[in-house]
């Protein structure tokens, strides 16, 4: 190892220490991730000052971090590296429903629910109908696909950011399981558009910039069903006005519906007639086959 090192030569001397990696995946990560800190810290000439305040902003991301408070997705998700990622694996443009970010707001232990029931649970608002299908690329449908799907209130506040008013419970959340026509549906609250949590460090970066933290009205799902690929996305409600400059870059042109909005009087999806206004957004979702 060289003790007689420059601003150029330390990069080659740190990447040499990874020669022994036994993982060549793990080597070639850590190879280039010297390679392009150490070429940013020289492009920009990265002060010790600046590179403290670095550290301390990811301390603060980490500390900020609970089990239902993810600062760390949303640094990713801000960023764009989270689509990023997304991109490169599922670029789009083949049978299948286009995939994008997952975002901080899944939650493990979620209910599970029967099709047509209502996953409100505690939260008012106007009511909104979904149905989905879901096929293979063949355009049969997929029975007994497992279909997690989350949502904010018309406040645009998900269940876990509400704990005292929800003491804690769940909603506006469920797993369901497709029928034999690969069908999916349920009654919730309408959905709206939100700002991304900005009262931790990555809100920070947004105020430095002068960004906005909205996201458009939307609904997400993760879809897993025997013998194809896992599918995590959303549908994106078409006349919001956030549709064209969501915070985190999650808007994929084909996840663009109507939310169509629908009077007090007419007759709901599941054929209630509603003496209330309502929503009713439909999905198709085509699954991927597994490669063996
Ligand atoms: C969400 O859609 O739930 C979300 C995604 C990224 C950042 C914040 C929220
Ligand atoms: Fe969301």
Redesign the pocket.
Known sequence: MSIDLTAASITEVVQKTFEDAEDERVKELLVRLVQHLHDFTREVRLTGEEWFKVMDFLERVGKTCTPTRQEFV?LS?ILGLSVLVDLIHHPGGGSATDST?L???YVEGRPTAKNGSDISGEVDGPPLFFNGQVLDPDGNPVAGAKVDTWHSDGEGL?DVQMPDKLHGQLAMRALLTTDDEGRFWYRSVAPRYYP?PTDGPCGEILRAANRSPM?PE?V?FWLHAEGFEPLIT?LVRRDDPYVERDA?F?VRRSLVVDFVEHDAGETAPDGTCMDESFQAVEGTFVLARKER
Request: proline share 7%; no cysteine.
């Open positions: 949303l998700d970010l975002g901080p707001f998900y991304v996201r939307h997400h959303m985190v999650g």
